[in-house]
């Protein structure tokens, strides 16, 4: 360590000391002290354990900012593992919070096992379940697999768990098991096997084919051609309850209005862009004509994981990922090894594959009446 380095520690320590006088004592009404804060971030990367005193202090500036996502940041960054507990409470209170996602990932690392307990506790919350699964990372699989096949659980935390476990190879693996199995009911099960069909692994594809009784073709052998498709007669409403199916996922990708998820293109005014034949192209074809800022990345992770999502910022030390559901991630820029910008849309091909040709013309009715109020 240079003399010049050391300087700047000095320096920040110094300045995290004047920060810690001023904050109240324990019992008292809780403010957060910008300046205490800001010089323990400046000592991110440092070892507490040789420093009882150090470690101390910036304990109680964690107290500070309990329940907040700066609280993930601090743990997280030094590696206070003793204060998991704080981290598993953030998570069940604030599950959607982008700081909630952080905090499973980093309990991933040093306490998996309390994730696990969570999943299996009673009064499960759908919004804790979606939390864990969206990270995909593989200590989370046993717990899903077993919400999804549990008979004691609601239908909607067993499909959020459900997709969890498609947002890895080895958890969709599991899913494909337990289909096999028997253990999901048939209202899952459609759901589990459609998006089986989408996901971007070739091998976990064939066994969902096998799964199928259609073989994977789904209502796709019986679509006429486009021509004839587009001569079907709508109707608007049916075509909005087609858009809100599970199975099509289409709330997890899109805004129309005040629902769904920010994550594709906003399709609440798309009926005044494309056409009834540019919408049948775009679902049929998604990856033929990618919006400009829509292009997909895979990135891959120092510690094994891969992320498939939007690059939605960038700066000189992190980028954001958003990921299905709307939801950001940031990395830290020498955690990633890889990044690969996909040709293939982040919208899966063959979502109509389980439509009828009715369904498709109602979808198609009601994409196209999607346009701004009239003045």
């Given at each position: ?53 150090l470690r101390t202090a910036v304990g109680r500036v964690v107290d500070q ?202 399709l609440t005014e798309i009926g005044a862009k494309l056409g009834r034949d ?98």
């Amino acid at each position: 360590m240079g003399p010049r380095f050391q300087r700047a520690i000095h320096q920040a320590i110094r300045i995290m000391m004047l920060g810690l006088m001023l904050i109240p004592e324990i019992g008292s009404a809780r403010e957060v002290n910008p300046v205490a804060l800001e010089a323990v971030r400046r000592l991110k990367g440092q070892d507490l354990s040789g420093n009882p005193a150090l470690r101390t202090a910036v304990g109680r500036v964690v107290d500070q900012v309990r329940g907040e996502p700066a609280m993930v940041e601090l743990i997280r960054d030094f590696d206070l593992r003793e204060r998991t507990g704080d981290l598993l409470e953030f998570i069940q209170t604030k599950p959607g919070d982008e700081a909630a996602t952080e905090a499973v990932r980093y309990l991933a690392k040093v306490d998996p096992e309390s994730v696990l307990r969570l999943l299996g506790g009673a009064s499960l919350e759908v919004a804790v379940v979606e939390c864990v699964g969206r990270t995909g990372l593989p200590e989370w699989n046993p717990g899903l697999e077993a919400l999804v096949g549990g008979k004691d659980q609601s239908e909607s935390v067993r499909r959020v768990a459900m997709r969890g476990l498609l947002m890895s190879e080895a958890g969709a693996g599991r899913l494909v098991e337990l289909m096999k199995g028997s253990r999901v009911t048939d209202g899952l099960r459609r759901e589990g096997i459609a998006g089986l069909l989408k996901v971007r692994w070739p091998g976990v594809v064939d066994s969902a084919r096998r799964l199928s009784p259609t073989g994977g073709e789904g209502a796709r052998a019986g679509l006429p051609p486009k021509a004839r498709l587009l001569e079907v007669q709508g109707d608007v409403a049916r075509g909005h309850r087609v858009y809100r199916r599970p199975d099509l996922a289409c709330l997890t990708c899109h805004v129309v209005g005040r629902e769904g998820s920010d994550f594709g293109p906003n399709l609440t005014e798309i009926g005044a862009k494309l056409g009834r034949d540019a919408l049948y192209d775009a679902i049929v074809e998604p990856s033929a004509g990618i919006s400009f800022g829509f292009e997909a990345w895979l990135v891959d992770l120092a510690d094994g994981e891969q992320v498939l999502g939007l690059i939605a910022s960038e700066t000189e030390s992190e980028i954001t990922v958003k990921t299905q559901g709307g939801h950001s991630t940031r990395y830290r820029k020498v955690d990633v090894l890889r990044r690969e910008k996909q040709v293939q849309s982040i919208m899966p091909e063959g979502l109509h594959e389980s439509l009828s040709v009715q369904d498709f013309a109602d979808l198609l009715f009601y994409l196209g009446s999607l346009k701004p109020a009239s003045p």
